[in-house]
T-cell receptor, first 113, second 113 residues
């Protein structure tokens, strides 16, 4: 699986949009971009994933650049409960063999009043 | 539909004892992943199982650790002769199909004294 690079930490004011970047310059054509987050010491929570088109769900939006070498997770209106470590993961999909999720160090997002 | 259930949530074992961690996947999910998170560290993949089969155990320590996912019942991660270094949070995730998004449980926190 391709390697990802994320900033170590970010701050965001409550109510503002949180934009979390991720670089995956070596991504292959059959690799998806997944985002998870881990709030304090809870189990990781799935947020969203995509291949090349932008995706949106009730939690967040995922913007993937046209060359697929980077992406941005957007939390449109961050709240204190969004304070967590956010992981960007690149994963091979649909090859007929299982592909594990490989977690890096992530971005520690701190939402403040 | 209940989420991924792990038990116990907290487990204390003396050095040399055995630890058994259980994971009941979400209904309809036949794929299970186990991860370990040492204190202040990231999530490390351990093993991937599909009903009655170990698919990928590349992250499992060579000795003392084993995992199973029987036809009936939960997946079990077994650690024999525990040592202090085994103290960690162990997370289980499940997914319904090959390489779809995986959903995590709340983890079992093992403390070896």
């Amino acid at each position: 699986d391709a390697k990802t690079t994320q900033p170590t930490s970010m701050d965001c004011a409550e109510g503002r949009a949180a934009n979390l970047p991720c670089n995956h310059s070596t991504i292959s054509g059959n690799e998806y971009v997944y985002w998870y987050r881990q709030i304090h010491s809870q189990g990781p929570q799935y947020i969203i994933h995509g291949l090349k088109n932008n995706e949106t769900n009730e939690m967040a939006s995922l913007i993937i650049t046209e060359d697929r070498k980077s992406s941005t997770l957007i939390l449109p209106h961050a709240t204190l409960r969004d304070t967590a470590v956010y992981y960007c993961i690149v994963r091979v999909v649909n090859t007929g063999t299982a592909s594990k999720l490989t977690f890096g160090t992530g971005t520690r997002l701190q939402v403040t009043l | 539909n209940a989420g991924v259930m792990q038990n116990p949530r907290h487990l204390v074992r003396r050095r040399g004892q055995e630890a058994r961690l259980r994971c009941s996947p979400m209904k309809g999910h036949s794929h299970v992943y186990w991860y370990r998170q040492l204190p202040e560290e990231g999530l490390k993949f351990m093993v991937y199982l599909q009903k009655e089969n170990i698919i990928d155990e590349s992250g499992m320590p060579k000795e003392r650790f084993s995992a199973e996912f029987p036809k009936e019942g939960p997946s079990i991660l077994r650690i024999q002769q525990v040592v202090r270094g085994d103290s960690a949070a162990y997370f289980c995730a499940s997914s319904p199909n090959l390489n779809t998004e995986a959903f995590f449980g709340q983890g079992t926190r093992l403390t070896v004294v």
